[in-house]
């Protein structure tokens, strides 16, 4: 089970529903990922598309991800809400929206606005009812998943429908209590483009266990025969990126470019 506390319904005084007070060409919506579950999502959308459809019904921004443009889903930690994801990070995601990504990033059951209580299984499930919604709407767009911490560890490398995520980047990977990381998920069935971030400074993750998954990924790359490109960047200490602050890197957007 994960480490979750209570301050996942943080900041009480910030309205979910108006990413803009945060963030520019952003359009908060709702999804029901199961029965009496709704989970609160953010879409950034690449720079001009905003305004472009502002007066339009509601939901016109979901009819926007069939333009040929590419997707981040970002699933965060396990802290705060996209809310505090976003202002922390605002800078990374007005970049990626410059660049012509669509950003997602949702509050998993039981963060910010999103009904119900946290748990390991809900927070999978959420995860890839989004990754299906999104793929249901972008038709043949790229999509990659961009878990930071306890975000990486919500989705399979396979998901269950059988087609391989496109493109997958994990940002201080989690490991979860009580299991060796030889055991972790990803390492077992890697199909899919991996990246690995990791902060040579980390004290909530250790930078040891990102690099241990790296390790084990190649060598699944190879048991498998597989042609998915694995990679690691590690950030020296010297830069004080900790466990939070890898956006900060200049030649990030490069990086994972």
């Known amino acids: ?52 459809n502002d007066g339009r019904e509601p939901g016109w921004h979901q009819e926007t991800l069939g333009d040929g443009h590419p997707v981040v889903i ?6 705060g809400t996209r809310w505090n994801i976003i202002s922390i990070f605002i800078s990374f995601f007005q970049i990626l929206s410059a660049a012509g990504y669509h950003v997602f990033s949702l509050d998993y059951r039981g963060f910010g606005d999103s009904s119900g209580e946290p748990s390991e299984s809900g927070l999978t499930t959420d ?21 930071h911490s306890l975000g990486s560890g919500q989705f399979p490398v396979t998901l269950p429908s059988g087609f391989p995520v496109e493109a997958l980047i994990l940002e201080a990977p989690y490991t979860r209590i009580g299991e060796v990381v030889e055991s972790h998920a990803l390492a077992k069935t890697l199909t899919s483009p991996l990246m690995i971030l990791h902060s040579e400074d980390d004290g ?21 025969n597989t042609s998915a490109e694995v990679k690691m960047i590690s950030f020296s200490a010297r830069h004080g990126y900790s466990h939070n602050n890898v956006y900060l890197e200049p030649g990030l957007p490069t990086m994972v470019g």
Not at 13 to 38: A, G, K, Q
Not at 127 to 147: E, T
Request: net charge neutral.
């Open 74 to 79: 970002y699933l965060h930690g396990n802290v």
């Open 204 to 224: 909530v993750v250790p930078h040891h266990m990102g690099l241990k998954l790296y390790q084990i990924s190649l060598q699944t790359r190879r048991r498998l």
């Open 127 to 147: 995860a890839l009812f989004l990754y299906h919604w999104v793929k249901r709407h972008s038709r043949a767009c790229l999509v990659c998943l961009w878990g």
């Open 1 to 52: 089970m994960y480490d979750l506390i209570a301050a996942v319904r943080l900041p009480f005084f910030v309205d979910l529903s108006r990413p803009e007070d945060v963030l520019n060409n952003t359009w908060n919506f709702y999804l029901n990922t199961e029965e009496d579950i709704s989970v609160g999502v953010w879409h950034t959308l690449p720079v001009g598309q905003y305004e472009e």
